[in-house]
């Protein structure tokens, strides 16, 4: 009879070829990406473009299941109770962050029911003003807005949009008293801006650049890190004084449901790391104003719990009730 010691032993060398082997033989059937948006979107087309190339790497195919919903929960709820094999991924977004703080409970924990992969891109938020707008620069919209509590009105989509959430936190932070004015999508804040309903309008770059283009509205700053590589004359909020630290933009990225195998966690991240330094893909997302960006997956969950923080303190500071 084996003594306890002898047993454990026994019990660890037999767990050791596990990892391995899990890692060689994945994937092994289809891949499911779940999609919390409808087909067509910046989300959809960057989830299908990096499945393309994930089926030629990985040799099994890479299938697209759109379930939008509100605040993705119906996306986020599927991954989160998936078997933890590798097989079903979720389109995770700042969305997912903000969820967190806008409403009072979801089916799922955004940061606990997940394991990060990797990002997969990021993508500008702008500020605009009509082309008729006396604000030729960000800079002078900022001094006027400080200078003149009360006078700006700033165009979003929907209450809890990212968009909404980065326009509180611009006048939060650029210490502005300023109203911000949801309006039900894109078409809508567009109209409102060139009508004279609002003064300026926080939105993502790609959808506004066919305005842009057409002189039907003024592109006068972005709010990412960095300004876009096809448009260097664009200053980002965070060069004005005081708004050093300021720094918003979308992403996009892919996780995995929580007690997933470490080894096939990292051999999907370093799949997306060949895959978005690829120069055709990085060209291929740049056409959805998307900059190809990935990361180790505890960069990512450093993302993500940056951004939980920084958005429930928004929602809070905006006076937002969590539905």
Same mark, same amino acid.
């Given at each position: 009879m084996l003594s306890r010691r002898q047993l454990i032993q026994t019990a660890a060398l037999s767990a050791l070829p596990w %990892? =391995? *082997?899990w890692a060689q033989s994945y994937p092994s059937k289809p891949i499911k990406i779940v999609v =919390? /948006? $409808?087909a067509g979107g910046v989300a959809d087309l960057t989830a299908r473009a990096v499945a393309q190339k994930l089926t030629e790497n990985l040799g099994q195919p890479v299938v697209i299941d759109n379930? =939008? +919903? %509100? $605040?993705g929960i119906? %996306? $986020?709820e599927l991954v989160a109770k998936a078997e933890p094999d590798g097989y079903t991924l979720l &389109?995770? +977004?700042n969305g997912t962050a903000v969820s967190a703080g806008l409403f009072k409970s979801l089916p799922f924990n955004p940061r606990s029911d /997940? !394991? =990060? *992969? +990797?990002l997969l891109g990021l993508f500008d938020m702008a500020v605009v003003v009509p082309e008729n707008s006396p604000f030729k620069t960000l800079s002078e919209l900022i001094g006027y807005g400080r200078a003149n509590p009360g006078k700006l009105n700033i165009g979003t989509i929907n209450i809890g949009s990212t968009q909404h959430l980065a326009a509180e936190l611009l006048r939060s932070q650029a210490n502005w008293v300023a109203q911000v004015v949801p309006y039900n999508g894109t078409p809508a804040v567009i109209n409102a801006l060139r009508g004279g309903q609002v003064d300026a309008a926080v939105e993502i770059l790609g959808p506004m650049k066919p305005q842009? #283009? !057409?002189?039907a509205v003024r592109l006068l700053g972005v709010m990412g890190e960095t300004r876009p590589k096809d448009l260097p004359q664009t200053p980002t909020v965070r060069e004005l004084p $005081? &708004? +050093? #630290?300021?720094n918003v933009s979308s992403w996009n990225a892919l996780a995995a449901p929580a007690k997933t195998p470490k080894a096939v966690v990292e051999r999907l991240s370093q799949e997306l790391a060949k895959i978005l330094a690829q120069p055709e893909m990085v060209q291929r997302l740049a056409g959805f104003n998307v900059q190809a960006k990935a990361s180790t997956p505890a960069q990512l969950g450093q993302l993500l719990d940056s951004d939980i923080k920084r958005w429930a303190e928004v929602i809070a500071k905006a006076g937002l009730t969590p539905a």
């Open positions: %990892a =391995p *082997v =919390p /948006f $409808g379930r =939008p +919903s %509100a $605040g119906v %996306a $986020g &389109l995770m +977004s /997940f !394991a =990060p *992969v +990797s842009i #283009n !057409a002189k $005081g &708004l +050093s #630290n300021f």
